[in-house]
Structures are given as structure tokens and as C-alpha cells.
């Protein structure tokens, strides 16, 4: 994903969800300044454990990325990392026009996350079934936590509500964006990038 971002050290990058720093600590090597915005104070804190004070300038903020409010033109490149499959479509929806307004012309968007439908046709059998054989060799534990989750994305309830690649594409193609472009990655898990 961070090969996906191509993060210069002139960026000031925004990461929306970014729990204890996976994609931040990296960003933080590459770019002029790094806003990290995650739900949870006690991410926010392990995250700041793991940043050296070299580097670019790293800001954090405890907040509901659904509800963000930030300037315009603020950032060069926004990222987010297995965080949005939590949100409703609608949340998702109005997250990618407000990341697009808080882009520069030109700037890139890099969303990496659980990139399946709710729904059990051929394709995303197979995308359950590589799950499933991953999970089976967890033993017990695996299969209960892979029977759980089939139910409700099946059922669409719980707390995940992934959405499949087309459904990005085209959110991201109606918020502006252009050269907008999905890859999968293994499993459920994709990424979609767009430019400003």
C-alpha cells in the first residue's frame, strides 16, 4: 500500500483510521508532515510510542472519521488502512467527497481494505472460501470466528460492512477523482487509488 502512495518529502498526508501507526510510522520516514486520525486515544498513544521525534511532524487526533471537519486544499496525500469497512455506505460515501475536497488539485487518495460485496455469488465464494481454508488452519478458534463473520456480511448486521471493488470505483469516479483504479490484493483485501 505504501508503494501504492508513493509518499514524497514534500507531502503533508492524512491517515483516516490509522490505529497504532502501521501506515504512519511509514509515512512519517517519507513526508513533510503526517495528521493521524483514529477513534480510539489509546491507538493514538501506542502510535506515538512508535514514532521517533526525527522525521516529519506528526499530529494526532482522536476523532470519528465520519465526522471530520478539515480545511480544504490541506493535504497532498490521504490514506486509510482497514478502517472504512466499519463505517455505513453512506459514511463511506460522504468520507470520499470530504477526502476529496481536502486534497490539493492533484493530490492522491490510497484506500486499502476489505473489499467484498454482502452478498454470496461466485466471486465472492471464492473470496470466502480462501478466507475460510486461512481460518480452518487456526483450528476451533478459526472456525468460529469465520462462521461468525460469513452470517453477518452475508446478513449484512455486525460491525462490518465491507463493499465490494466496483462499489469503491464508483464512489470514488462519482466524488471527482480521476485515474481512479482498484487491484486486488489476497482474500477480501484490496486497495483503490484516485487522484484529485
Request: charged letters at 25%; proline letters at 5%; a positive charge.
Amino acid at each position: 500500500m505504501l508503494e501504492m502512495a508513493n509518499p514524497v518529502a514534500t507531502d503533508r498526508c492524512l491517515d483516516l483510521g490509522a490505529g497504532a501507526g502501521f501506515l504512519t510510522t511509514a509515512l512519517v520516514d517519507r513526508a513533510a508532515s503526517v495528521h493521524a486520525v483514529d477513534i480510539s486515544p489509546k491507538m493514538l498513544l501506542a502510535l506515538r510510542a512508535k514514532v521517533p521525534p526525527t522525521g516529519a511532524v506528526l499530529t494526532t487526533a482522536a476523532a470519528d472519521m465520519a465526522r471530520l471537519e478539515l480545511p480544504s486544499a490541506s493535504f497532498d496525500l490521504i490514506v486509510s488502512n482497514y478502517a472504512m469497512h466499519y463505517l455505513t455506505d453512506a459514511d463511506k460515501k460522504k468520507l470520499v467527497h470530504d477526502i476529496r475536497d481536502w486534497l490539493v488539485p492533484g493530490g492522491r487518495v490510497v484506500i486499502g481494505d476489505m473489499m467484498v460485496g454482502r452478498k454470496l455469488d461466485r466471486y465472492h465464494r471464492g473470496v470466502f472460501r480462501e478466507k475460510a481454508f486461512a481460518m480452518f488452519r487456526q483450528g476451533l478458534p478459526g472456525w468460529w470466528r469465520l462462521a461468525k463473520n460469513v452470517a453477518r456480511i452475508a446478513s449484512g448486521t455486525g460491525r462490518l460492512r465491507p463493499c465490494p471493488p466496483e462499489w469503491w470505483v464508483a464512489v470514488l469516479d462519482g466524488a471527482g477523482f480521476s485515474d481512479v483504479r482498484y487491484e486486488h490484493i489476497r482474500s477480501e483485501a484490496g486497495v483503490v487509488v484516485g487522484r484529485a
